[in-house]
């Protein structure tokens, strides 16, 4: 079982909405948790912490490489996003 704080510094945590990550093994969890955190390897939390000189996604070079970005904007990952989120409104998550 995973367990946290409510809040977690900046972050907000919907702690309904978050019980699915019980659901999930302790990799997945990690990677999810780090995703929603923005605290994952993308450029811009590598950038912040020093071990990255550019921001932009490394995929197009288009967008702040974030992970509102490659979920939601990322030219580069549409197709993905059309496999994986057929259907679905992006506006309003589940
Ligand atoms: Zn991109």
């Known amino acids: 079982m995973i367990a946290w704080s409510p809040t977690c510094g900046d972050v907000d945590v919907d702690v309904e ?3 699915f990550v019980n659901l999930l ?3 997945e969890a990690g990677r999810v948790i780090r995703h929603l955190t923005g ?3 993308h450029r ?3 950038y912040l912490c020093g071990n990255c000189e550019h921001v932009e996604c490394r995929l197009r070079g ?3 490489e974030t992970p509102e970005h490659l979920i939601s904007q990322c030219v580069k ?3 993905h ?3 994986i989120f057929s259907g679905d409104d ?3 998550p589940p």
């Open 81 to 83: 996003r059309m496999e």
């Open 90 to 92: 992006m506006d309003d």
């Open 62 to 64: 288009q967008g702040i």
């Open 77 to 79: 990952l549409e197709h």
């Open 44 to 46: 811009r939390h590598e």
């Open 17 to 19: 909405r978050s019980k």
């Open 25 to 27: 093994n302790r990799t």
């Open 39 to 41: 605290h994952s390897y």
